[in-house]
């Protein structure tokens, strides 16, 4: 069974920084092959997609985190990082890691991330 847990989160003032990991643990195979990405969730809102890195390391982001979020993997560890620079009031949500191969979808439980306005 594999697990994916987020970590990181928490409250931080407007123009702040904070770094959240995923961490993939149980019998994940072939970390490297995954295409991980970063989504959010804000009260009242849909899931959307924050940043994502494929299997190869190239990169994706929402419009409007671009140039403030930065996502990275480290295969040996099994584990994606989101450095969020530069945090908005607008970056309020619960943020959820996802990992996809060969047709199969995993999520994380989630980590909050608040940003006071």
């Known amino acids: 069974q594999v697990q994916l847990v987020e970590s990181g989160g928490g409250l931080v003032q407007a123009g702040g920084s904070l770094r959240l990991s995923c961490a993939a643990s149980?019998?994940?195979?072939?970390?490297?092959?995954?295409?991980m990405g970063w989504y959010r969730q804000a009260p009242g809102k849909q899931r959307e997609l924050v940043a994502a890195?494929?299997?190869?390391?190239?990169?994706d982001y929402a419009d409007s985190v671009k140039g403030r979020f930065t996502i990275s993997r480290d295969n040996p560890k099994n584990t994606v990082y989101l450095q969020m620079n530069s945090l908005k009031p607008a970056d309020t949500a619960v943020y959820y890691c996802?990992?996809?191969?060969?047709?199969?979808?995993?999520w994380g439980q989630g980590t909050q991330v608040t940003v006071p306005s």
């Open positions: 149980g019998s994940i195979f072939m970390f490297r092959l995954y295409a």
């Open positions: 996802n990992a996809q191969f060969g047709g199969l979808a995993l």
């Open positions: 890195i494929s299997s190869g390391g190239n990169t």
